[in-house]
Nanobody, 124 residues
Framework: QVQLVESGGGLVQPGGSLSLSCEASGRTNSRYVMGWFRQAPGKEREFVAAISRSGSTTYYGDFVKGRFTISRDNAKNTVHLQMNSLKPEDTAVYYC?????????????????WGQGTQVTVSS
């Protein structure tokens, strides 16, 4: 089992920035494919970003590309999501996810482990 704990969410004005962190614990080898997803009330969970086991390859959802950056520190078993130029439509619960294997999927059902989520609210 792998436990994922997100942190860093909060309230920010439009155009502001937030940095989210996800720390993995338990039976982790620091080589899981990691991803971030988000879900707003009444909406389906959507893909935000993902990063390969080595950190050499990253993917981003269409609506966050150019504004968000995913990174990882395998020595600390931690993944980060730097969010800049935030918009009200970015408001959602953000979830950290991990997957066994080497492929980097973009679908929710392809990930094995999930954190409890952290709330991000963008409002003026």
């Amino acid at each position: 089992q792998v436990q994922l704990v997100e942190s860093g969410g909060g309230l920010v004005q439009p155009g502001g920035s937030l940095s989210l962190s996800c720390e993995a614990s338990g039976r982790t080898n620091s080589r899981y494919v990691m991803g971030w997803f988000r879900q707003a009330p009444g909406k389906e969970r959507e893909f935000v970003a993902a990063i390969s086991r080595s950190g050499s390859t990253t993917y981003y959802g269409d609506f966050v590309k150019g504004r968000f950056t995913i990174s990882r520190d395998n020595a600390k078993n931690t993944v980060h999501l730097q969010m800049n130029s935030l918009k009200p439509e970015d408001t959602a619960v953000y979830y950290c996810a991990a997957r066994d294997g080497t492929a980097v999927p973009l679908n929710t059902y392809q990930y094995n482990y999930w954190g409890q989520g952290t709330q991000v609210t963008v409002s003026s």
